[in-house]
DNA sequence: ATTTCGACCGAATTTGGTTTTTGGTCGAAT
DNA sequence: ATTCGACCAAAAACCAAATTCGGTCGAAAT
């Protein structure tokens, strides 16, 4: 009795994404199944649908589970470094590694699915990239307000500072789709510190 | 007799490209069948296998003519510019309208491909993006050593050239994605003017 | 009250076999 | 040198039957 009082219904769920996630990254979104879940999990299908509204409701979980894991990521790794420059490179530096497992992940994901379902499925992927975009903008906001203040760079008006993260996040955007399409690894390496350096000069 | 002199290969050559340019346009490249083009090209099937080895070999030669007019646009709005930054902001300008144009071109073009031919298509486009990087990197590195030899910015040891034309196209390109699929036009009339600037404050 | 699941449904997807279309070849005609 | 009709193999479109899958519901278990 006191043992089923503690396994609340949000264990349970976590336990569900989990498996989901293992599953979909195992063998890509459009290949598992409901039943595939559940067993994994080790329910009904039908029990799923208790914790979870839909299929989609626990893909959607699990890419915000993967999104929190990011972010998290970023922003230890830009605590331990100090000054603008730094910082902006740490950043760089996870979102391109980032960039490259999730890479994988989705072309895995991708597999098996057709047409239809791959529209769908770029619909969600839009909705997650927003979000997404929404924290990156509110950590590099954070810091350009910052470094203005130590001022490390001139002072930005709202409409500027906005500008400058969204230069900052699809240059970097842009720049990791190019090398991982055409460039090397190694080339990432000295471009991205280039970049950081040449925006942190541009704010000046 | 003088006549048929006169009308050389290459005249049907381009009077067929020009023709397989309308109708993968209009239908898109998945819908257009070597009969069509021949057809409204005013000959035979056959004969089209006379002037190319395959219709692969037509698309390529259509996508090399539309980058060569992209280039052309480009080239022509630089010069009537002067100043880096008014240059540079003319690129900006040219290959943002143009993105924006071929982007309901591919999509076209996409229509009625299934995934096999789409993934030959993929490889296809990417080699021609390639081609089309080359030539804009060419550009934009004359453009950044006349500036240095205006003493507008600093001077670019050749590492560091490519590197900042590097950083300059392919930020680019992120920002018209990020622009294509979540802002607006107006957005892209203040963003990339200020990357510019950026960019040239930064390189100074 | 909370949680699980078997039975069930309709829509979508796969399957398997047939017919059509299509990119490409070849030899004859011009 | 150029054109084209006839032809081929492979791919694609088609289609009906069988199957799968996401999702629902009410009954049962705890």
Same mark, same amino acid.
């Given at each position: 009795m006191f043992y089923y009082l503690c396994t609340m219904a949000s264990d349970k769920r976590t336990h569900i994404l989990s498996t989901a996630q293992k599953l979909f990254q195992e063998k890509g979104l459009g290949m598992v199944t409901m039943e595939d879940v559940a067993r994994a999990a080790g329910m009904?299908? %039908? %029990?799923l649908y208790y914790y979870f509204k839909s299929k989609e409701e626990i893909f959607d979980a699990v890419l915000e589970t993967e999104i929190s894991e990011i972010i998290l990521e970023t922003m230890k790794r830009m605590s331990s470094r100090s000054g603008l420059l730094e910082k902006l490179m740490a950043f760089a530096a996870v979102k391109f590694e980032m960039a490259r497992k999730r890479k994988s992940l989705y072309r895995a994901m991708e597999a098996g699915m057709d047409a239809v379902a791959l529209s769908r499925y770029n619909e969600l992927k839009k909705g997650v990239h927003l979000r997404y975009l929404e924290k990156e903008k509110v950590i590099l906001q954070q810091l350009l307000i910052q470094a203005a203040g130590d001022r490390s760079i001139k002072t930005l008006h709202p409409k500027e500072l906005d500008q400058a993260v969204m230069m900052f996040l699809s240059a970097l955007r842009g720049m990791n789709r190019e090398i991982t399409l055409f460039g090397s690894a190694e080339q990432a390496d000295e471009l991205l510190p280039a970049f950081c350096r040449l925006f942190q000069r541009g704010l000046q």
């Open positions: 009904g299908k %039908s %029990s």
